[in-house]
């Protein structure tokens, strides 16, 4: 019986699952916070400053808002908007399918004003999928690196 109990309690211990990755980005901007709100755009306007994509479409599924996303040399990317707050200056969504080596995605694009500037902050949590803990953080901080120094670029004129 005691050996019983034990293997019990190890296969428990084998099959529950890693913590959740957290990746994140951030970076100043000399813009104001309502100018640097106005370029992240709606949910679609991901495509006037994220350099690796080729395409959004819009669409809605029992009241939610999604997007997919075209990225340039293939793939797409199917995410449904959770909020989007003016007012708070961020947009948060989840990834339902897609190309990236992600599962359980949840991200949280914002802006935070730093007296007459603003600061980009880009974050997510996920776990891997199809790939290590570390090539999957890589990949996503990657995402938000390229978009955040797009969108710094495209405030800063």
Wanted: hydrophobic content about 40%; charged content about 20%.
């Amino acid at each position: 019986m005691k050996k019983l109990i034990m293997v019990a309690i190890m296969t428990a211990f084998s099959t529950t699952t890693a913590a959740a990755i957290d990746a994140h980005y951030s970076k100043d901007t000399p813009a104001s916070p309502a100018k640097a709100w106005a370029a992240i755009g709606d949910f679609c306007g991901i495509l006037t400053w994220h350099p690796a994509l080729e395409k959004c479409e819009l669409s809605n599924k029992d009241g939610a808002t999604l997007r997919t996303l075209h990225l340039k040399g293939g793939g797409t990317i199917l995410e449904k908007l959770i909020e989007q707050n003016d007012k708070t200056m961020t947009q948060t969504y989840v990834i339902l399918e897609g190309v990236l080596p992600v599962a359980n995605y949840k991200s949280t694009l914002k802006v935070v004003p730093k007296g007459d500037a603003a600061t980009y902050d880009w974050s997510g949590r996920f776990d891997a999928k199809g790939a290590d803990d570390v090539e999957a953080k890589k990949v996503i901080t990657g995402v938000y690196t390229a978009g955040v120094d797009a969108l710094v670029s495209k405030t800063s004129n």
